[in-house]
C-alpha cells in the first residue's frame, strides 16, 4: 500500500457531473456503468453515494463477479445491476446468483435466449436484449431477428425489459457512417418487435461518446460510463464541439521523494539512460507497480508552470522526470505532484502523449493506490 501517493475521488463533482449529464438527457433513465470497479475509482462506495445520495437506480457491470460484490458489499439496497457480458447462464452458482439477487443478465446471443426461454427457473427473469447493430463483438444478430421474435413469443413472452445496442465508434463523428447504420438498424429493429405485438418496456442506446453528440437520445435509458466520471471521449479534433463540461472526479496525487541536479551525459536508473542536458531530476514516488506504465516514457507534466519529462525507464516503485535547470528553485522533496487532478485538459493532455485512453489510465491504476472518497477533497 502506497504511504502517501493517493487517488482522491470528490464525491461533490460525481454529484455534479450527474445534474450536469441529467440536463443533457431530461426525462431519460441513466444506466451508470461502474463495471472494473468504477473505472478504477471504486465500485462499492460510487454505488453506494450513486444510488443513496443521488438515486441513480441501475448501475451496470461486466461480470457477475461484480454483481456479486455489489449485492455482498451493499446488502438490502434497492438499485438494479445489470450484468453485459461475463454471465454464464448455465453455471448453477451463477444461476442462483441472478435468481435471488435480483441481478439482471443482457442477453447477447442466441443460445443464451434459448436458454433462458427454456429453463423453467428463469420463467420470470426480465428479458433484457442486446442487438450487435454493427460493433460485430457480442450482441444478437439481426438477420436472426423473425427467429428469436418467434421463440420469445412461442415461450409465451409479451415485453421485453430492456432493448439495446452498443455504438462502436461513438467517440468518432455522429454522423459517420457507422453510427447512423447503428441506429438505423436499431430502430428497424424495434419497429419489428413492435410490429409483432412485442412490448419494450426500456431501451437504450446512447454510452458517453454519444450523449456528447446529444444523439440517441430518445430512448428511455442512456448507459454513460465515462463522461461521469469526468474525461470526454472524443477523439481530440472534436473534442471542442463536444457538449459536456464535466470535471474529472478523481485526483491522482504523488509526492516528490528527492530532487538532484543532473548534468548532460549522467546515466539515470535502469537501463542508464543519458541524460541530454543540464538540469534537475525529480523522482515521485509512483511507479508501474502502480499502474503508471513505462510507456509513459517521454509524456510531459506541468508542475508549478514548468514542463518536466517522464525520463529513462519507468521503476516499480518510482519515476523520474526531467526538468529544466530554472525549476529547481519551485520544486522540493516531499511536495505533491499531480499527474491529473480536475481539469479535463490535464488528464487528455496526458492520455494523447502516452497514446493511451483516460478509460484505461483509470483502469490500469493497481490496488498499491489507496482510494479516498470525500466531498470537496
Ligand atoms: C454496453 C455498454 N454500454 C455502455 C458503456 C459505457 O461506455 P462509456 O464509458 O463510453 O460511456 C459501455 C462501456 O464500455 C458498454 O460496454
Redesign the pocket.
Known amino acids: 500500500m502506497r504511504f502517501r501517493t493517493r487517488l482522491y475521488v470528490n464525491l461533490d463533482i460525481l454529484s455534479d457531473n450527474y445534474q450536469k449529464l441529467k440536463a443533457l438527457v431530461p426525462g431519460r433513465e441513466i444506466l451508470f456503468?461502474v463495471?472494473a470497479d468504477g473505472?478504477g475509482h471504486g465500485m462499492i462506495p460510487l454505488v453506494n453515494f450513486g444510488h443513496n445520495e443521488l438515486g441513480i437506480k441501475e448501475f451496470?457491470v461486466?461480470t457477475m463477479g461484480e454483481a456479486k460484490s455489489l449485492r455482498e458489499e451493499l446488502p438490502g439496497q434497492k438499485f438494479e445491476i445489470y450484468v453485459?457480458s461475463d454471465i454464464h447462464f448455465q453455471i448453477e452458482s451463477s444461476k442462483e446468483l441472478l435468481l435471488n439477487q435480483r441481478i439482471l443478465p443482457v442477453i447477447s446471443n442466441f443460445r443464451d435466449l434459448d436458454y433462458v426461454l427454456s429453463e423453467k427457473d428463469f420463467k420470470y427473469l426480465p428479458l433484457i436484449l442486446?442487438f450487435n447493430t454493427g460493433m460485430n463483438r457480442l450482441g444478437l444478430s439481426p438477420s436472426r431477428l423473425e427467429e428469436i421474435i418467434n421463440l420469445i413469443k412461442s415461450k409465451g413472452r409479451k415485453s421485453i425489459y430492456h432493448l439495446?445496442t452498443?455504438f462502436s465508434s461513438?467517440s468518432l463523428a455522429i454522423t459517420n457512417n457507422q453510427n447512423q447504420r447503428q441506429a438505423s438498424v436499431f430502430k428497424q429493429i424495434k419497429t419489428e418487435f413492435e410490429n409483432h405485438g412485442l412490448n419494450i418496456e426500456r431501451s437504450s442506446m446512447a454510452?458517453?461518446?454519444a450523449l456528447e453528440q446529444n444523439f440517441a437520445l430518445e430512448e428511455t435509458h442512456v448507459?454513460?460510463?465515462?463522461?461521469l466520471y469526468g474525461p470526454k471521449?472524443l477523439i481530440p479534433k472534436l473534442r471542442e464541439d463536444s457538449h459536456w463540461d464535466g470535471q474529472i472526479v478523481s485526483r491522482l496525487e504523488t509526492y516528490i521523494i528527492s530532487v538532484f541536479e543532473v548534468n548532460k551525459g549522467d546515466p539515470i536508473g535502469y537501463g542508464a539512460t543519458i541524460c541530454p542536458q543540464d538540469g534537475v531530476m525529480v523522482i515521485i514516488a509512483l511507479g508501474y507497480g502502480d499502474g503508471f506504465s513505462t510507456r509513459f516514457e517521454g509524456a510531459e507534466l506541468e508542475y508549478r508552470g514548468h514542463m518536466g519529462k517522464v525520463f529513462g525507464r519507468v521503476n516499480m516503485d518510482m519515476t523520474q522526470i526531467l526538468f529544466k535547470q530554472e525549476a529547481l528553485k519551485d520544486i522540493r522533496v516531499g511536495e505533491k505532484f499531480e499527474i491529473w487532478n480536475h481539469n479535463q485538459d490535464k488528464i487528455l493532455n496526458f492520455s494523447d502523449q502516452t497514446k493511451t485512453i483516460p478509460?484505461e489510465l483509470f483502469c490500469q491504476l493497481t490496488s498499491r493506490v489507496p482510494r479516498v472518497y470525500g466531498l470537496e477533497l
Open positions: 456503468m463495471k473505472y451496470g461486466a453485459f442486446k439495446m452498443h461513438a454510452n458517453s461518446g448507459r454513460p460510463g465515462l463522461m471521449s478509460y
